[in-house]
């Protein structure tokens, strides 16, 4: 039995039509021009793995390169002899696996996001020694400094009484006082506001403390807050994440052209916010926890956080901005506390 | 070119005649979605280690399904290649990503070095992707050295920021043709005969369109806005579909000038390309049915959660082969795969690790 198939002569466009077939273990090729003719061994043969509805191809060792119709008995035959992937294209062409990956696809995608890149970003969070993160607190308030922080105006009373308070919290909560710094500072730009940078500084600016100027303990929680995304290493994790979710954003959807790219980005962004919430929600519960260990209610973290949605005028639940925001939204943030 | 003898001194040819040979795409989008499905599910499986095997397994679908004259285009690159260049990318860009957000001092060493290093990885990733491509078991090549490189895709743009932008058309011309002029099919090289002018023309043609579209969608959103600010005033999600819209409106944008952009452009150097004694080229691409292809793929896109990739994919590659037109000289001679002498006199090991493309798609 024999099969046709094109040749494509070594390191030339030439090619010419012959006939194709298997006999004891040997590819046998036959054309009107002798110089096409062979007797080949099949396993010195290299057969291309197989795609669904593509002609078998197969390279001959001198640099020639055989077409053979895919769906005839050679090109199976071939395919047997050289064990090329046949699984892959199996599963490609085989309904009901098709199916299942597509079943599988929206879930492993969410186990990668969800599960994979924050577990891969905490390990790799976890191996950058304090002297790394310290020199981007470093860095960090170098480049803030007299842009968009300055000199804090508060008394010096108030100040001291505010630092007095951090050193305590430290103390209680029993965290060295070294890998901690405390820094007050006045921002326009922040108005009231706290950070945490992952080498262990704390940034509270004047209009917070003057907001909780009649109530330390809501300002601790704050404090706490803020030290609690330090101690669970949350801005080297959302570092590491964003690595991560651009690296796979880019793998899989890498090759789409011009507004697609802008679209996946946008799926980048919103992928990013949840992370970032979910570190919020893990600091929130981080300083409510420390609340009564330091022996002060939960009901100072309430109290922050309905000062700081009054002064910051914000509305009540709006369902779609969620999704657009960094930071669950202060409903959600005091009822978790409340519960 | 099976009829066709090999003369070797052939008296010159005066006047050659090319014909238009039929050119087709037969991939199916069902068919590649069931392949898109497979390779992405065993992607994230593995961790993105098998998307090497994916990609090998996507382009040699696309290149063996683009038939032209009776033939096949092949996509030869092996997927631990493949996998090889992605590995150096994740680790080079990855690295550089972190060291920018550790330390940025640092950083921006390494965007000076990163600078440096660009025109090379240019170079080694065009040369790779030609390198694979083969059409009747002859290879195309690129030759552009990373000198030219880094003038034409580093230096000159970054002067034509200082002349205000004028001199973009200009470079953007000499990008093309730098791309074109260095691309090689066996021992054939490709060339353009393209100046200036149209690319100045389709630089004026964009500023227009450009200037309309801000003009309609500023009317309209003054419109919508005005309507709208009164009747959904204490609605906190019109905010958030507010953005949502105006993203939407730059997409459409965005589209319709890339789309005016790629006609234009596409069609002239087409027109303008020859493959020395071997075939010209022409290309018809609209502005409306590209704009149409460009906007109705994203749509799907949204609308199908990615689900519709394969479709746009199968649509955009029969869009592009339909509007491409090959024609081929009539006494061609065979032409001579010039790769395969070169690199056996190289050495398999020292060829292999300069044909890398470092690159993350």
Partial sequence: ?????????????????????????????????????????????????????????????DGSRLEINGNTATATQLYKANKGNRILAWLESNKWACLAATALLPISFYWLSNSVIPTAAMAVANMIPPSVSHNIDEQVMELFDEEILTSSELHVEQQQSIHHNWQQLLSQLSLPQDQFELFIKKSEFYGANAFALPGGTVVVTDDLATLFVDHPDALNAIMLHEIGHVVERHSLRIMTESVGTSLMITYFFGDLEGMAELFSGTALTLLQNKFSRDMEREADQYAIQQLSSIGASPEAFVEAMTRLQESLGEEKSQPLVEYLSTHPQFEERIQRATQ | MESTIAQGDAAPVVNKTYQPKAFHFHGKAGEFFKIWVVNVVLSILTLGIYSAWAKVRTNRYFFSHTELDGHRFSY??????????????VVLFGGFY???????????????????????????????????????????????????????????????????????????????KFIVDNTRYGNKAFNTKITSGTYYMAALATIGLTLGLMLFFGVMMAIIGGVGAEAFQQDGATSALVTIVTMGIYLLFFTFIQALYKSIIRNYLFE??????????????????????????????????????????????????????????????????????????????????????????
């Fill in chain 2, 98 to 176: 972190l060291l920018n957000l550790f330390a940025p001092v640092a950083g921006l060493v390494a965007s000076l070095l990163f600078l440096v290093l660009m025109p090379f990885l240019i170079c080694a990733s065009m040369r790779f992707n030609m390198r694979m491509t083969s059409y009747r078991n002859v290879r195309f090549d690129f030759k552009g050295s990373p000198w030219d490189a880094a003038i034409n895709f580093i230096l000159l743009p970054v002067a034509s920021v200082f002349t205000l932008y004028l001199l973009l058309p200009w470079v953007l011309k000499r990008m093309d």
């Fill in chain 2, 76 to 89: 030869l690159a092996q997927p631990l290649q493949i996998l090889k260049g992605r590995i150096i990318a």
């Fill in chain 2, 272 to 361: 303008n390309t020859e493959l020395d004694d071997v075939a010209t080229f022409a290309s018809s691409f609209q502005f409306s049915s590209l704009a149409w292809l460009q906007i109705s793929n994203i749509v799907a896109l949204v609308c199908t959660l990615g689900f519709a990739y394969p479709w746009t994919k199968v649509r955009t590659a029969n869009y592009t082969v339909n509007n491409t037109q090959i024609n081929i000289c009539d006494d061609i001679q065979p032409v001579i795969d010039t790769i395969v002498e070169e690199t056996s006199a190289l050495g398999d090991e020292v060829a292999n690790v300069f044909d890398v493309d470092v690159a993350l798609t």
């Fill in chain 1, 1 to 61: 039995m024999s099969d046709s198939g094109l040749m494509y002569f070594a390191g030339s466009s030439e090619s010419c039509e012959v006939t194709v077939a298997i006999k004891n273990q040997q590819l046998l090729i036959t054309a009107t021009t002798d110089n096409a003719s062979r007797r080949i061994d099949l396993f010195d043969l290299d057969v291309v793995p197989p795609l669904p509805s593509l002609p078998c191809e197969v390279l001959l060792n």
